[in-house]
């Protein structure tokens, strides 16, 4: 795990997601990236590029006023602006600096809707990548993880390369993995055949009888106590209609902990 991008946003305590990151980074001697997107509206050719240069230098200097609040710890931070749709500028950066191994960020980039817990921008990220993504609550401080619950509702891998990131921070911090797999309506046999992969990474299996998979980490997260969930991005995965839509309300999910999003580049 060499590189981690972490977007700001307009939210005040983005300083606080940047913290998290570089006390997370330092573990694993990684260099972090922070980026900042910024779009300009349609103008006469001149006007336009004037506006460009002088809004992409506002947002430099954003970025570097949210850096001056953290304290580094010898870590590496380079600055990244794209103008133009979030997406198409993680790519890019994925591109540029040859592979971005995890993106750590806020569930909201702003405060504008506490109700929520992804906003908008952050739920496009996770719906809409296949990079491995740590979000972190606000104002979460960075302690060492002891214990990941990972939770699923079918416990087949196609991928493999999908459990780099857990496996990565499991050998980082020595820490233990406790699978949970949640029997939902109309689950199949197939579903409760658990890949030796996770078996391989973990200390313990629970079955759980749900409803819905979140239900089934709602009543077993007390009892538990991770200090990260883990749950996977994928079409038949954990919350899977979640992840049909950008936003998610903390009445659909709501975590105390970071929350690692698994997924995986395609060949």
Same mark, same amino acid.
């Given at each position: 795990?060499?590189?981690?991008?972490?977007?700001?946003?307009?939210?005040?305590?983005?300083?606080?997601?940047?913290?998290?990151?570089?006390?997370?980074?330092?573990?694993?001697?990684?260099?972090?990236?922070?980026?900042?997107?910024?779009?300009?509206?349609?103008?006469?050719?001149?006007?336009?590029?004037?506006?460009?240069?002088?809004?992409?230098?506002?947002?430099?200097?954003?970025?570097?006023?949210?850096?001056?609040?953290?304290?580094?710890?010898?870590?590496?931070?380079?600055?990244?602006?794209?103008?133009?749709?979030?997406?198409?500028?993680?790519?890019?950066?994925?591109?540029?600096?040859?592979?971005?191994?995890?993106?750590?960020?806020?569930?909201?980039?702003?405060?504008? $809707?506490?109700?929520? @817990? +992804? !906003?908008?921008?952050?739920?496009?990220?996770? =719906? %809409?990548? #296949?990079?491995?993504?740590?979000?972190?609550?606000?104002?979460?401080?960075?302690?060492?993880?002891?214990?990941?619950?990972?939770?699923?509702?079918?416990?087949?891998?196609?991928?493999?390369?999908?459990?780099?990131?857990?496996?990565?921070?499991?050998?980082?911090?020595?820490?233990?993995?406790?699978?949970?797999?949640?029997?939902?309506?109309?689950?199949?046999?197939?579903?409760?055949?658990?890949?030796?992969?996770?078996?391989?990474?973990?200390?313990?299996?629970?079955?759980?009888? $749900?409803?819905?998979? @979140? +239900? !089934?980490?709602?009543?077993?997260?007390?009892? =538990? %106590?991770? #200090?990260?969930?883990?749950?996977?991005?994928?079409?038949?995965?954990?919350?899977?209609?979640?992840?049909?839509?950008?936003?998610?309300?903390?009445?659909?999910?709501?975590?105390?902990?970071?929350?690692?999003?698994?997924?995986?580049?395609?060949?």
């Amino acid at each position: 795990m060499k590189n981690i991008l972490v977007p700001i946003g307009t939210s005040t305590e983005s300083h606080e997601t940047l913290q998290y990151a570089v006390d997370f980074a330092k573990n694993f001697d990684a260099t972090i990236y922070v980026m900042e997107i910024f779009n300009v509206k349609s103008a006469g050719a001149g006007s336009l590029a004037n506006a460009t240069d002088k809004i992409e230098k506002n947002s430099r200097e954003q970025l570097l006023d949210v850096v001056s609040k953290v304290d580094k710890k010898g870590t590496e931070i380079k600055i990244a602006t794209y103008q133009g749709d979030i997406i198409e500028g993680l790519k890019k950066i994925d591109k540029q600096f040859l592979g971005i191994d995890l993106i750590v960020m806020a569930p909201r980039s702003n405060d504008i $809707n506490e109700s929520n @817990y +992804l !906003g908008n921008t952050s739920g496009k990220i996770i =719906k %809409q990548t #296949d990079i491995p993504t740590l979000i972190v609550p606000k104002g979460y401080v960075f302690k060492p993880v002891t214990s990941i619950l990972t939770a699923f509702k079918s416990g087949i891998l196609k991928r493999k390369r999908i459990l780099n990131p857990l496996i990565t921070i499991k050998k980082q911090f020595n820490c233990t993995v406790n699978l949970l797999l949640v029997k939902t309506p109309g689950y199949t046999d197939d579903d409760l055949k658990v890949d030796t992969a996770l078996l391989d990474i973990s200390s313990k299996m629970t079955l759980s009888e $749900n409803a819905t998979t @979140y +239900l !089934g980490v709602l009543e077993h997260f007390l009892t =538990k %106590q991770p #200090d990260m969930l883990c749950v996977f991005r994928r079409k038949r995965g954990f919350f899977k209609k979640l992840w049909e839509k950008n936003t998610i309300a903390k009445s659909e999910f709501f975590a105390p902990v970071p929350v690692l999003v698994l997924s995986v580049k395609k060949d």
